[in-house]
């Protein structure tokens, strides 16, 4: 389970990465929002993966699991989420005002010729 989880982390790091590198817009924020589930199912793991326990200590549980992690996943999400929406409207009014989604702002060859 452990190894498939790292593969699953390592995959969605190297595919926001890729995208990241791209020259356009829209797979920047592609790439920005795949490396952010990969970093929040890093951080999420960091917890030890334990099904059918509570997050909370009682004395009635044989076990538990660390609810820092979770806590820290779930700030996570809402963090990524007004990222991602305030860097489309970016991506958007960059659109607006260059004519073009290159992330230099510069027209490229391949782009003129068509």
Same mark, same amino acid.
Do not use: C, W
């Given at each position: 389970?452990?190894?498939?989880?790292?593969?699953?982390?390592?995959?969605?790091?190297?595919?926001?990465v890729f995208l990241a590198?791209?020259?356009?817009?829209?797979?920047? &924020? #592609?790439?920005?929002?795949?490396? !952010?589930?990969?970093?929040?199912? $890093?951080?999420? *793991?960091?917890?030890?993966? +334990?099904?059918?326990?509570?997050?909370?200590?009682?004395?009635?549980?044989?076990?538990?699991?660390?609810?820092?992690?979770?806590?820290? &996943? #779930?700030?996570?999400?809402?963090? !990524?989420?007004?990222?991602?929406? $305030?860097?489309? *409207?970016?991506?958007?009014? +960059?659109?607006?005002?260059?004519?073009?989604?290159?992330?230099?702002?510069?027209?490229?060859?391949?782009?003129?010729?068509?």
């Amino acid at each position: 389970m452990e190894a498939l989880i790292a593969l699953v982390i390592g995959v969605l790091t190297a595919g926001g990465v890729f995208l990241a590198l791209r020259g356009q817009t829209f797979p920047v &924020v #592609l790439g920005l929002t795949l490396m !952010s589930y990969a970093v929040n199912l $890093f951080l999420f *793991v960091m917890g030890r993966l +334990a099904i059918g326990v509570p997050p909370v200590i009682s004395e009635a549980a044989a076990g538990y699991t660390d609810p820092l992690p979770q806590a820290l &996943v #779930l700030t996570a999400i809402v963090i !990524s989420f007004g990222m991602t929406a $305030f860097v489309i *409207v970016l991506a958007l009014k +960059a659109r607006a005002e260059l004519g073009n989604d290159h992330v230099d702002g510069l027209e490229h060859e391949e782009d003129r010729r068509a």
